[in-house]
Nanobody, 126 residues
Framework: HVQLVESGGGSVQAGGSLRLSCVVS????????MGWFRQAPGEEREGVAS???????RYGDAVKGRFTISKDNAKNTLYLQMNSLKPMDTAMYYC?????????????????????WGQGTQVTVS
């Protein structure tokens, strides 16, 4: 079965950087759409960034210009480079994937795009 495992979270001071990784296993085909979401305590889960099978990216307004999503298909790994971190970025970060269906993300930053989810990695910015 398909598994997504995130890593790279931690505690960092404001202005610092972190890189999150998400390894996808248990599948034959490369996911067509992958994304990062985050959820702060008491808040709704929000879309952070997404990437299509052809590398097209989308970003939430709150992270544009600071975060970069990328992937390495050979390593079955999704990344999120987070720079200029702010306390408002504190949240649990989740990766998500859709395998099959349209080759491009339909919404990218909405949860109903995705079939598979990781367990999350905590990011704390102080």
């Amino acid at each position: 079965h398909v598994q997504l495992v995130e890593s790279g979270g931690g505690s960092v001071q404001a202005g610092g950087s972190l890189r999150l990784s998400c390894v996808v296993s248990g599948h034959t085909y490369t996911p067509y759409c992958m994304g990062w979401f985050r959820q702060a305590p008491g808040e709704e889960r929000e879309g952070v960034a997404s990437i299509d099978s052809d590398g097209t990216t989308r970003y939430g307004d709150a992270v544009k210009g600071r975060f970069t999503i990328s992937k390495d298909n050979a390593k079955n790994t999704l990344y999120l480079q987070m720079n200029s971190l702010k306390p408002m970025d504190t949240a649990m970060y989740y990766c998500a994937a859709r395998i099959g269906g349209p080759v491009h993300c339909q919404s990218g930053l909405l949860e109903d795009e995705y079939t598979y989810w990781g367990q999350g990695t905590q990011v704390t910015v102080s």
